[in-house]
């Protein structure tokens, strides 16, 4: 009964800070355009701070956070078309392919340069080059880091993703490049979802449209991408061996099932919707668990290898659409 207990008082905390991070969000919404997922990572942060963490709320906060996230992002799978996807065609799939491993690379050579954990700058490269906030805490259990590593990447890739939509959509005003391929480099290189579709729109609907089935192809690369790296990271260890995430494949399951268009556009709508409010939830979690020492010592790293990596990847996507498409 006292597990129960416990269960249910962490996660009504979680819910409390969800609701007031949607609704800060829809107060914020016609000034600055900041994520309830941002926004509650920030609550859970400063509620960790100014109350710390009782035992009565350990059970439901931690249960949020390792349950929750793996059904957020299996569920995140029914916003997936693989129809649309194959339809952009065999070069705009290897541009994006390329990009991918590219960041990817990117951040684990400005990780090493600065003497970073390698699995915070994996961490920061998967959230730059994959889906941002939601591509970090599906990568997390896959390369065992810790807590504090996923809220920092998650900070700095939430950070410049919001960052990105202000640029970009500046861009959209006084660029004369096409709408196709400014749609292109939205989806291509933006970090979350929401920041790549927000910023696409900016420039109609034709770019809006492209902007967010290029996006979903970088999100369906979350596959292989955390294959590999469970692997490498594992091969690190003495004795322990890779196993694959099977959160990972329910993920292509449900991608599978969305693509196949079987089910009632109502369920996908709602399953989508749940996949967004079990995500914030586990990261709300992240930001209570967090520890605050750590991030003192290893946050401007992260910060650094984040913000090379958006000074970079930025440009050199852009200079890449204009030549490709």
């Given at each position: 009964?006292?597990?129960?207990?416990?269960?249910?008082?962490?996660?009504?905390?979680?819910?409390?800070?969800?609701?007031?991070?949607?609704?800060?969000?829809?107060?914020?919404?016609?000034?600055?355009?900041?994520?309830?997922?941002?926004?509650?990572?920030?609550?859970?942060?400063?509620?960790?701070?100014?109350?710390?963490?009782?035992?009565?709320?350990?059970?439901?906060?931690?249960?949020?956070?390792?349950?929750?996230?793996?059904?957020?992002?299996?569920?995140?799978?029914?916003?997936?078309?693989?129809?649309?996807?194959?339809?952009?065609?065999?070069?705009?799939?290897?541009?994006?392919?390329?990009?991918?491993?590219?960041?990817?690379?990117?951040?684990?050579?400005?990780?090493?340069?600065?003497?970073?954990?390698?699995?915070?700058?994996?961490?920061?490269?998967?959230?730059?080059?994959?889906?941002?906030?939601?591509?970090?805490?599906?990568?997390?259990?896959?390369?065992?880091?810790?807590?504090?590593?996923?809220?920092?990447?998650?900070?700095?890739?939430?950070?410049?993703?919001?960052?990105?939509?202000?640029?970009?959509?500046?861009?959209?005003?006084?660029?004369?490049?096409?709408?196709?391929?400014?749609?292109?480099?939205?989806?291509?290189?933006?970090?979350?979802?929401?920041?790549?579709?927000?910023?696409?729109?900016?420039?109609?609907?034709?770019?809006?449209?492209?902007?967010?089935?290029?996006?979903?192809?970088r999100v369906l690369m979350l596959v292989p991408l955390s294959i590999i790296l469970s692997a490498?990271?594992?091969?690190?260890?003495?004795?322990?061996?890779?196993?694959?995430?099977?959160?990972?494949?329910?993920?292509?399951?449900?991608?599978?099932?969305?693509?196949?268009?079987?089910?009632?556009e109502v369920a996908v709508g709602f399953l989508s919707s749940v996949s967004s409010w079990f995500?914030?939830?586990?990261?709300?979690?992240?930001?209570?668990?967090?520890?605050?020492?750590?991030?003192?010592?290893?946050?401007?790293?992260?910060?650094?290898?984040?913000?090379?990596?958006?000074?970079?990847?930025?440009?050199?996507?852009?200079?890449?659409?204009?030549?490709?498409?």
């Amino acid at each position: 009964m006292k597990k129960i207990n416990e269960l249910a008082a962490g996660l009504f905390l979680v819910i409390v800070i969800a609701y007031v991070s949607k609704g800060i969000e829809g107060v914020l919404a016609p000034y600055i355009r900041i994520e309830a997922l941002t926004i509650g990572i920030l609550m859970g942060m400063a509620y960790r701070l100014a109350f710390g963490l009782g035992e009565t709320f350990v059970g439901g906060v931690s249960f949020s956070l390792k349950k929750l996230l793996k059904a957020g992002i299996v569920l995140l799978g029914f916003k997936l078309s693989f129809g649309s996807i194959i339809e952009l065609g065999p070069r705009l799939l290897l541009t994006v392919i390329i990009f991918v491993a590219l960041v990817m690379a990117l951040s684990v050579m400005i990780g090493k340069a600065l003497g970073a954990d390698s699995r915070l700058s994996a961490l920061v490269g998967v959230g730059s080059c994959i889906c941002g906030a939601s591509a970090v805490v599906a990568m997390g259990p896959c390369i065992d880091a810790k807590e504090d590593d996923c809220i920092l990447a998650v900070s700095v890739v939430s950070f410049w993703g919001a960052v990105g939509v202000i640029v970009y959509s500046a861009v959209a005003a006084v660029s004369g490049i096409t709408d196709v391929q400014y749609g292109i480099w939205s989806g291509l290189s933006l970090h979350g979802v929401a920041h790549a579709i927000a910023a696409a729109f900016a420039r109609g609907d034709d770019a809006g449209n492209i902007g967010t089935v290029v996006k979903m192809a970088r999100v369906l690369m979350l596959v292989p991408l955390s294959i590999i790296l469970s692997a490498v990271f594992a091969g690190k260890e003495e004795g322990n061996r890779a196993k694959f995430p099977m959160y990972v494949g329910y993920f292509i399951i449900a991608g599978v099932l969305s693509s196949l268009g079987i089910m009632p556009e109502v369920a996908v709508g709602f399953l989508s919707s749940v996949s967004s409010w079990f995500i914030m939830m586990a990261m709300i979690s992240m930001g209570i668990m967090v520890d605050f020492k750590q991030i003192k010592s290893r946050g401007m790293k992260s910060i650094a290898i984040g913000t090379v990596l958006f000074v970079i990847t930025g440009p050199l996507s852009y200079a890449l659409v204009l030549k490709m498409f």
